[in-house]
């Protein structure tokens, strides 16, 4: 026979609307826990202390007077702990009790409806374990708090897995008490369904890696526990809804690797936003001010232009920065390298002026090439572990201490200096760099020239002309 959560629910409200039977007249705790059963004809004691009963007569007269009928009245308690007995059991047997397994009805025929709307593709077995003719609450990637589902995963979580097919159906919005919705990369394409803005108690909605596409619901913003999003690696488009950056429990937005075009959103600065991931779209603007206690910022490969001088001392948690590959210009204040940053990376910009920062630079990846900077080298980034800072307009000698740096087999592994004008390098030349370390020193204003293993894209010149190097010495 089907599963029917309808007949189901419907079974259940018979035997509530059943009572306790016998009569309704309630069976005692002490007669149901085994106990002595109360007598009718009730005892007491008298003040002299003698048991009395009935008519007040003396129970030790009674029982002189009546030892006759002594068994008949032992068959008659009997029989009465008997009828108790009988009582409890009868009572077991009719009594309400929760249903197990029983799905609220409207969220039985959500998951219906979704289920109708996608497919495995092949080589993917997920929808394999969705048979309706049992519990659904059972079935791969529902999970289920009492009667209603309150977590959906939809697709095999499996590294490898195919995936699944088809589209979202609005029908999700009806799982009112939903609190995580999840999609495994697949090629599931449509829209994100506005209805989605239904599901008030929604924590975390992830279906990245997907062929979905049009704009992210303005009703979004109404997901006031929302503290995950991530439709990264789709073909969403449109502008971000300032309504998403207003959500006041978002914690991970991540919108990466789209079409999304306008600006950044702008943030209060009490929310609770950790990591913004906006890489890979066609954003356009400056960098809005954003909350200080950011932790991971990607922006790269946009259309972003302006300065950021203002904007980034102050996100003073920040340990990932990417702002690579936009058009940002100005200078980078010597606060940004005091920041606790496992990752820098602002090449493939328009950032000018000189790097000075104020004390040793710790970060382990610092990225500043294809930009605009100028001056010396500071002997402060010596202790930065992959150091590139090519194609840029340096001048004047390398440092020692980056030099000893990379001999000495410090923590710099990776000296990247190509394509600038500097002018000479103190290192001996019986000195050989080990081999866990990569220097590169091409097409600078170098007599002789230092010859070192770089990236072929580094080119093949050497040096650079001499009407380039006005310091030439040579």
């Given at each position: 026979?089907?599963?029917?959560?309808?007949a189901?629910?419907?079974?259940?409200?018979?035997?509530?609307?059943?009572?306790p039977?016998?009569?309704?007249?309630?069976?005692?705790?002490?007669?149901?826990?085994?106990?002595?059963?109360?007598?009718?004809?009730?005892?007491?004691?008298?003040?002299?202390?003698?048991?009395?009963?009935?008519?007040?007569?003396?129970?030790?007269?009674?029982?002189?007077g009546?030892?006759?009928?002594?068994?008949?009245?032992?068959?008659?308690?009997?029989a009465?702990?008997?009828?108790?007995?009988?009582?409890?059991?009868?009572?077991?047997?009719?009594?309400?009790?929760?249903?197990?397994?029983?799905?609220?009805?409207?969220?039985?025929l959500?998951?219906?409806?979704?289920?109708?709307?996608?497919?495995?593709?092949p080589?993917?077995?997920?929808?394999?374990?969705?048979?309706?003719?049992?519990d659904?609450?059972?079935?791969?990637?529902v999970?289920?708090?009492?009667?209603?589902?309150?977590?959906?995963?939809?697709?095999?979580?499996?590294?490898?897995?195919?995936g699944?097919?088809?589209?979202?159906?609005?029908?999700?919005?009806?799982?009112?008490?939903?609190?995580?919705?999840?999609?495994?990369?697949?090629?599931?394409?449509?829209?994100?369904?506005?209805?989605?803005?239904?599901?008030?108690?929604?924590?975390?909605?992830?279906?990245?890696?997907?062929?979905?596409?049009?704009?992210?619901?303005?009703?979004?913003g109404?997901?006031?526990?929302?503290?995950?999003?991530?439709?990264?690696?789709?073909?969403?488009?449109?502008?971000?809804?300032?309504?998403?950056?207003?959500?006041?429990s978002?914690?991970?937005?991540?919108?990466?690797?789209?079409?999304?075009?306008?600006?950044?959103?702008?943030?209060?600065?009490?929310s609770?936003?950790l990591?913004?991931?906006?890489?890979?779209?066609?954003?356009?603007?400056?960098?809005?001010?954003?909350?200080?206690?950011?932790?991971?910022?990607?922006?790269?490969?946009?259309?972003?232009?302006?300065?950021?001088?203002?904007?980034l001392p102050?996100?003073?948690?920040l340990?990932f920065?990417?702002?690579?590959?936009?058009?940002?210009?100005?200078?980078i204040?010597?606060?940004v390298?005091?920041?606790?940053?496992?990752?820098?990376?602002?090449?493939?910009?328009?950032?000018?002026?000189?790097?000075q920062?104020?004390s040793?630079?710790?970060?382990?990846?610092?990225?500043?090439?294809?930009n605009?900077?100028?001056?010396?080298?500071?002997?402060?980034?010596?202790?930065?572990?992959?150091?590139?800072?090519?194609?840029?307009?340096?001048?004047?000698?390398v440092p020692?201490r980056?030099?000893?740096?990379?001999?000495?087999?410090?923590?710099?592994?990776?000296l990247?200096?190509?394509?600038?004008?500097l002018?000479?390098?103190?290192?001996?030349?019986?000195?050989s760099?080990?081999?866990?370390?990569?220097?590169?020193l091409?097409?600078?204003?170098?007599?002789?020239?230092?010859?070192?293993?770089?990236?072929?894209k580094?080119?093949?010149?050497?040096?650079?002309p001499?009407?380039?190097?006005?310091e030439?010495?040579?």
């Amino acid at each position: 026979m089907p599963f029917s959560p309808v007949a189901s629910v419907a079974n259940r409200s018979s035997r509530k609307a059943a009572g306790p039977g016998l009569g309704d007249r309630p069976v005692t705790p002490a007669s149901c826990s085994g106990g002595p059963v109360a007598n009718p004809t009730t005892t007491t004691t008298s003040m002299g202390g003698q048991t009395e009963g009935e008519g007040g007569q003396p129970a030790a007269l009674r029982a002189r007077g009546s030892r006759g009928g002594g068994g008949a009245a032992a068959m008659a308690v009997t029989a009465r702990r008997l009828r108790a007995v009988v009582a409890c059991v009868v009572l077991a047997a009719v009594a309400p009790r929760p249903a197990a397994g029983i799905l609220d009805p409207n969220d039985f025929l959500a998951l219906q409806a979704v289920r109708r709307s996608l497919d495995d593709m092949p080589g993917s077995a997920f929808f394999d374990g969705w048979d309706f003719t049992a519990d659904p609450c059972g079935f791969p990637g529902v999970f289920c708090d009492g009667d209603r589902v309150a977590s959906l995963a939809l697709g095999d979580p499996r590294a490898g897995s195919p995936g699944l097919t088809g589209r979202l159906d609005p029908a999700l919005g009806r799982l009112s008490a939903l609190t995580e919705l999840s999609l495994v990369p697949g090629r599931v394409e449509g829209q994100l369904p506005a209805s989605l803005a239904s599901c008030s108690n929604l924590r975390f909605l992830a279906v990245s890696k997907n062929l979905l596409s049009g704009q992210i619901p303005d009703g979004f913003g109404a997901l006031s526990n929302l503290r995950t999003l991530d439709v990264s690696f789709n073909q969403i488009s449109g502008a971000i809804p300032p309504s998403i950056a207003a959500l006041p429990s978002i914690t991970n937005l991540i919108l990466c690797h789209n079409q999304l075009t306008g600006g950044v959103p702008s943030f209060q600065d009490s929310s609770p936003l950790l990591r913004l991931d906006l890489k890979h779209n066609a954003l356009t603007g400056g960098v809005p001010t954003l909350p200080a206690g950011l932790q991971y910022l990607s922006l790269s490969a946009n259309k972003l232009s302006g300065t950021v001088d203002q904007v980034l001392p102050r996100l003073t948690r920040l340990n990932f920065l990417d702002l690579s590959m936009n058009q940002l210009d100005g200078p980078i204040p010597a606060a940004v390298f005091a920041l606790p940053l496992s990752v820098l990376q602002l090449q493939r910009n328009f950032f000018a002026g000189p790097v000075q920062p104020s004390s040793d630079v710790t970060i382990p990846v610092v990225d500043l090439s294809y930009n605009r900077f100028w001056g010396q080298l500071s002997p402060l980034l010596a202790g930065v572990g992959q150091l590139y800072l090519n194609n840029n307009r340096f001048t004047g000698e390398v440092p020692s201490r980056l030099v000893q740096e990379l001999v000495g087999s410090g923590g710099l592994q990776v000296l990247y200096l190509q394509h600038n004008f500097l002018t000479g390098i103190e290192i001996s030349p019986s000195s050989s760099l080990p081999s866990t370390v990569s220097l590169c020193l091409m097409y600078n204003c170098m007599v002789p020239p230092v010859y070192a293993p770089c990236p072929i894209k580094a080119g093949s010149q050497n040096t650079r002309p001499a009407d380039q190097c006005p310091e030439w010495r040579g």
